[in-house]
């Protein structure tokens, strides 16, 4: 036998027989600072907040803006997409209107409806900025949405510079007017 071999079965340890040894200072019954998991009070969770009316997101507490105002004091606008392949991102809305969220995109073939605040006797504009692309660049749509209050109701100062045609349709009074963007 060599010294290493000696040296280390003079250290066996003899078995506890299947039971576990307590360290000194170790009580057999637990710590009163441990309760058991029922007694425990249960953590108070907070109640989820209400989801914005406009476009029904949990993530904010507060309603994302603008919200649409009520339908009875309003005017409706419809933007229609005739193109065969260009789709439209929402950039801003400004003003007092009704909308679909910023970043909602139009696609080809698709109709979004605003809603422009009334106030009696008094003119109110929002401005609609949209951004396109086609062809590989982008390009800017915008237009102002005008309430007469609530007498008559116009989309005016379309301005473009991408490959697009826009037209405003003309309703009889009391009708939707529309804006419809086709392909140059």
């Known amino acids: 036998m060599d010294d290493l071999s000696a040296e280390t079965s003079s250290f066996k340890t003899q078995p506890q027989g299947g039971k576990l040894a307590l360290k000194k200072g170790m009580n057999k019954k637990p710590s009163k600072s441990?309760?058991?998991i029922k007694s425990r009070k249960p953590i108070k969770s907070r109640k989820p907040c209400k989801p914005c009316k406009c476009c029904k997101s949990w993530k904010r507490c507060k309603p994302c803006k603008p919200c649409p105002p009520l339908l009875g004091d309003t005017q409706g606008f419809n933007v229609s997409n005739q193109t065969k392949g260009i789709?439209?991102?929402l950039t801003s809305v400004s003003g007092p209107a009704g909308n679909p969220p910023i970043g909602s995109i139009l696609a080809p073939g698709g109709l979004f409806n605003f809603e422009v605040k009334t106030e009696a006797f008094e003119t109110t504009?929002?401005?609609v900025v949209y951004t396109g692309v086609a062809?590989?660049?982008?390009f800017q749509l915008s237009f102002q949405l005008v309430n007469f209050g609530g007498v008559a109701n116009e989309i005016e100062s379309v301005r473009t510079t991408g490959p697009i045609s826009t037209d405003v349709s003309t309703f009889p009074a009391g009708e939707t007017p529309a804006l419809i963007i086709t392909d140059k």
């Open 87 to 89: 789709t439209f991102t």
């Open 125 to 127: 504009r929002a401005l």
């Open 135 to 138: 062809n590989g660049a982008a």
């Open 34 to 36: 441990l309760k058991p």
